[in-house]
């Protein structure tokens, strides 16, 4: 299974954008996804995951509130929707997938064996 993230750009703060991960070769409908972020200098950090049986979802303290993520399994896809972005939410953003995650480690990159290419995100102030 390939990944693609996409969606990424330059949004003002206080905007919206919905980033989108695609799975490419099989099907990903009963993996964990979740999103994860990097900005300049810093560590990748975890944003937001949907479970692969209950689909439930999680976030980070951060994001609660303003991001949204959702699975689409017709499309075979997941999203992040992120509103009222703030200019600390600038990142490159990837999305990661594993059919075998536990719940407790969801938030840890080492618990993810597929990784997308990443998309930028920009808020301007």
């Known amino acids: 299974v390939q990944l693609q993230a996409s969606g990424g750009g330059l949004v003002q703060a206080g905007g919206s954008l919905r980033l989108s991960c695609a799975a490419f070769?099989?099907?990903?409908?009963?993996?964990?996804v979740a999103w994860f972020r990097q900005a300049p200098g810093k560590e990748r950090a975890f944003v937001a995951a949907?479970?692969?049986?209950?689909?439930?979802?999680d976030y980070a303290d951060a994001v609660k509130g303003r991001f949204t993520i959702s699975r689409a399994s017709a499309e075979n896809a997941v999203y992040l929707q992120m509103n009222s972005l703030r200019p600390e939410d600038t990142a490159v953003y990837y999305c990661?997938?594993?059919?075998?995650?536990?719940?407790?480690?969801?938030?840890?990159?080492?618990?993810?064996?597929?990784w997308g290419q990443g998309t930028q995100v920009t808020v301007s102030s």
């Open positions: 990661a997938a594993s059919p075998s995650v536990i719940r407790s480690n969801t938030a840890s990159k080492t618990a993810y064996g597929y």
């Open positions: 070769g099989g099907t990903f409908n009963r993996w964990t």
């Open positions: 949907i479970f692969r049986s209950s689909g439930s979802t």
